[in-house]
């Protein structure tokens, strides 16, 4: 996090909040949980947690409960270095920022139970438990599930509506581990993340997951899937009970996939958008589209477009699909294929999804600049170069830079003459800040074109377009409730060209 959000962090929480609540060793609080039991937590606090190693502590939180205005945050205190080994366990938690914490392993004396290194637990009440999270700059590590009868997840959500994980990393399970579980949860982003060495799913959803959206995250070598948009859920865990999908209208945009069995699958969801992905050297399949579910769920209506699948595998390339299945409504539409094994493929394996609607497809070298320094951008030379269906989502690649009118295929949008795409912000500067009702944006050296302004829930809650070239605006945000919020500039061919953090203050 830089110093500059910090600074805006604690202004907003010492400003608005009630207090500043420190847990740890020699505190009056030993850890997280035994402060949230004592009934000490309240909305607008800030909850400093010290340097320390947390094992075994106290880790069901049954109450955090902040408002619109009000956030609970949790964090370090100053630069400590904060190592959790327990299950932190949030069965009511709302309006709740969890930020740069460290959860390492998990306690030994758990070892007996499916271990979940953060878990927010909706208890059966559906999505009025558990709402309005954001986890942010955290890592999740070392997770050992190896003796559990199922699956641990660094991070997983259950019955959870409007949540926000972002800029964490998710890194070397063992056994069978997930990065992020979701679970009957509901208006989700998971966007700048990165998932490594994880044995099982880099993220799953499932059991009536809808409206979730994973952007511009990396994925390398996640063994079962780097994104798994589906599954086969017992009908008693579904959100809401009797839903009619696994998964639905679940958005994987503009992501980064490196080796593992396959880089997506989609098992028994629909109304899935799979846009604008780049996946390089899966070992398996290019893609799965599998009917897994026992409740009588199938696929339907997926999109898959402008994607570029790569292959290291005996397979080649190798869609896999549930056999004796109507595959009618799934489309793939202008995705580039290629097999690093056999360099030069006659055709794409399509034998098991009988019906399938598959348009514009190109068989080649991607001729990506440099993979073995993991650049995966495309020189003028490559076939995926300006080859990209016309799409209205994602508006931006993997580096927050505006696709093109001609989109590229894959990721990472190319640099076409005359088009600014900069992965390097210009300097933007928001005065006052904090602000009341009204804000100054000065952007240096460049005019400004359109101010976009998210909640901490990475919602635009205001849009403003520029009519004329200008390098400074003054800016009404007399209709936004106090709290923090990013504010996006972006010029007039759409390139990102600056992003800050604003805090509102009355």
């Not at 939180?61 to 949790?74: A, E, F, H, V």
């Not at 992501?255 to 396959?262: K, R, V």
């Not at 849009?463 to 209709?479: G, I, M, N």
Request: charged share 15%; proline share 4%; hydrophobic share 35%.
């Amino acid at each position: 996090m830089t110093r500059l959000r910090i600074t805006l962090l604690l202004l907003l929480a010492t400003s608005i909040g009630r207090a500043q609540i420190h847990v740890g060793p020699g505190q009056m609080y030993p850890d997280l949980g035994t402060a949230a039991h004592a009934r000490v937590v309240h909305a607008g606090d800030t909850v400093f947690v010290h340097a320390g190693t947390y094992t075994n502590s106290v880790y069901w939180i049954d109450s955090l409960i902040g408002t619109p205005d009000k956030w609970i945050t949790i964090q370090p205190f100053a630069h400590d270095s904060v190592s959790i080994n327990e299950q932190y366990t949030f069965q009511t938690a709302q309006y709740v920022r969890i930020s740069g914490l460290h959860f390492y392993g998990d306690d030994s004396t758990q070892r007996a139970r499916v271990f979940h290194q953060l878990f927010f637990d909706y208890e059966y009440a559906c999505f009025t438990a558990n709402h309005d999270i954001v986890v942010e700059n955290c890592t999740f590590t070392n997770l050992n599930n190896t003796g559990k009868d199922a699956t641990g997840a660094c991070l997983k959500f259950t019955g959870t509506d409007n949540f926000l994980v972002e800029n964490c990393i998710f890194r070397d399970g063992t056994n069978i581990t997930d990065g992020i579980s979701l679970n009957a949860d509901r208006n989700g982003v998971i966007r700048h993340c990165t998932f490594q060495n994880m044995p099982g799913d880099g993220s799953h959803c499932k059991g009536g997951t809808k409206n979730i959206t994973y952007e511009k995250n990396l994925f390398v070598n996640c063994i079962a899937d780097g994104v798994d948009v589906g599954g086969d859920t017992g009908p008693q865990f579904f959100c809401p009970l009797g839903a009619t999908w696994e998964a639905d209208s679940i958005k994987v945009f503009a992501n980064i996939f490196i080796g593992g069995l396959t880089g997506i699958r989609l098992s028994s969801c629909h109304n899935s958008y799979i846009y604008n992905n780049t996946c390089f050297k899966t070992t398996s399949f290019a893609f799965r589209s599998l009917n897994a579910s026992s409740n009588n769920i199938f696929l339907s209506n997926n999109h898959i477009a402008n994607n570029i699948f790569t292959t290291y595998s005996p397979n080649h390339i190798y869609l896999n699909a549930s056999n004796n299945f109507d595959f009618s409504t799934e489309y793939f539409v202008n995705n580039l294929f290629h097999d690093y094994m056999n360099a030069d493929p006659a055709s794409i394996y399509l034998g098991e999804m009988p019906g399938v609607n598959v348009t514009g497809s190109l068989i080649g070298d991607p001729e990506f600049v440099d993979t073995s320094r993991g650049d995966f951008m495309l020189p003028p030379n490559s076939p995926a170069f300006g080859a990209g269906v016309a799409l209205t989502e994602p508006t931006t690649d993997y580096f927050d830079r505006a696709y093109n009118s001609s989109r590229s295929i894959g990721a990472i949008e190319s640099k076409f003459a005359g088009v600014s795409v900069t992965s390097h912000p210009g300097e933007l500067t928001l005065a006052p800040n904090p602000c009341g009702d009204r804000l100054t944006v000065i952007c240096n050296n460049q005019s400004l074109f359109e101010i976009s302004v998210l909640d901490m829930l990475g919602r635009e809650v205001l849009r403003l377009p520029v009519a004329e070239s200008t390098e400074s605006l003054r800016v009404d945000v007399s209709a936004l409730v106090d709290g923090a919020y990013t504010v996006l500039v972006r010029s007039r061919s759409g390139a990102l060209i600056g992003r800050r953090t604003m805090v509102k203050m009355r």
